[in-house]
């Protein structure tokens, strides 16, 4: 199992609304938005969990966005 994990959404919008592709600085017709997670373990409640500290999002093109990805 990867240590990151990853939610890709549809903004609904496209570069007009949103700017270029954050990853190669192109246009979009419809803006994607990637939320990143990194997995850690808690030693409070003693279980895995994730945590969005040190990870990245990103706005634009489906591929470029998972291209991005650890």
Same mark, same amino acid.
């Given at each position: 199992? $990867? &240590?990151?994990? @990853?939610?890709?959404?549809?903004? #609904? #919008? +496209?570069?007009?609304? @949103? #700017? +270029?592709c954050e990853c190669? *600085?192109?246009?979009?017709? &419809?803006? =994607? /938005? !990637?939320? &990143?997670e990194r997995k @850690? =373990? +808690?030693?409070? $409640?003693q279980k895995e969990? @994730?945590?969005? /500290?040190?990870?990245? *999002?990103? =706005? #634009? /093109?489906? *591929?470029?966005? &998972? *291209? !991005? !990805?650890?």
């Open positions: 199992m $990867s &240590e990151y994990k @990853y939610r890709v959404a549809s903004t #609904g #919008g +496209n570069s007009s609304s @949103y #700017g +270029n190669c *600085d192109n246009p979009v017709s &419809e803006v =994607f /938005h !990637q939320v &990143e @850690y =373990f +808690n030693p409070i $409640s969990s @994730y945590t969005h /500290h040190n990870c990245r *999002d990103y =706005f #634009g /093109h489906r *591929d470029c966005l &998972e *291209d !991005q !990805q650890r």
